[in-house]
């Protein structure tokens, strides 16, 4: 399975854009047609670490095509401004801030990994505003049945700098150092980049991630609430979150469709941009 992916991209292009509420300032960048088929906005949410450019722009780009599609900083996050959110609630309450700032009333939300925890307290907290969720290379938050990441996988993601190496492991199949050059070489080509995260952005992402993967926010008992159009993306070979728990995951939610993308890891749509922008165009449309 592959994807021909060509450049250049909007994304690379696209403008930061700031809206203020509630004392902070939220970076985000939109793109998208001029006049959308469908105008439900689609709201990306980032993994623990992750900016506005670690966005991967091919794969921006494939949804952007037909999508009205918005790239969002939390709070601290690169040039927003504001406290480092420490707990998935806080997190999700800024992003709803943030829509209601842009006049929006509903949205679609997309989320890879610690964003998808994001997305699952978005549709809980506020069903009204989401209407359909993307999980990508994402959990449901604690189970005594999930099978553990790797041993190596979090000291990894917690390395100050990520080699060529770190960003194979953390988000590609073993063996699929081609694709993991070629996400590289797409996210380098934005120079007007945003800040990394600092340490103590790092620490507050770190307790959130930890308290909702460890369960202590008891959001997997509350799947079965989530209503919601659900399409769970995952790597067969992911080693945040193994293919077990994304079963798991699909078990739990109501209405739910379970994409399994084999030899891929945790971020199967670094590595197949165009086919998983068009199987999610596909989810908004149909589901």
């Known amino acids: 399975m592959s994807s021909s992916v060509s ?47 670690d966005w991967d722009p091919a794969f921006v780009d494939a949804l952007a095509a037909t999508r009205d599609v918005i790239l969002f900083s939390d709070a601290g996050i690169g040039t927003s401004t504001g406290e480092f959110a420490d707990n998935v609630e806080d997190k999700a309450r800024n992003a709803v801030a943030f829509v209601r700032a842009l006049g929006l009333d509903t949205v ?40 553990p990441p790797t041993d190596i996988v979090f000291p990894i993601a917690l390395h100050p700098e990520y080699t060529f190496e770190d960003v194979r492991y953390l988000f590609f199949a073993e063996g699929r150092e081609e694709e993991t050059q070629a996400y590289i070489d797409r996210v380098a080509v934005r120079k007007d980049r945003e800040p990394i995260v600092p340490p103590e952005g790092i620490e507050a992402l770190q307790k ?35 293919a077990k728990n994304q079963w798991l995951l699909f078990r739990e939610l109501p209405n739910a469709q379970l994409a399994m993308y084999p030899q891929a890891g945790h971020g199967p749509h670094q590595q197949h941009p165009e086919t998983i922008a068009a199987q999610i165009e596909r989810f908004l449309t149909h589901a």
């Open 208 to 242: 959130a991630a930890v308290s909702f993967i460890t369960g202590e926010t008891k959001h997997f008992e509350r799947l079965k609430e989530i209503e919601h159009p659900v399409l769970i993306v995952s790597g067969d070979q992911d080693n945040f979150f193994p």
């Open 7 to 53: 450049g250049p991209f909007r994304a690379d292009e696209v403008k930061t854009r700031y809206v203020e509420t509630g004392g902070v300032r939220f970076a985000y960048r939109r793109l998208g047609p001029d006049q959308p088929a469908d105008p439900t906005p689609v709201l990306f949410l980032h993994r623990f670490r992750g900016t506005l450019d």
């Open 108 to 147: 679609d939300v997309l989320g890879f990994s610690m964003g998808g925890f994001s997305c699952q307290e978005m549709a809980l907290s506020e069903p009204d505003l989401v209407r359909k969720v993307v999980l990508i290379g994402s959990a449901g938050g604690g189970s005594s049945e999930m099978d």
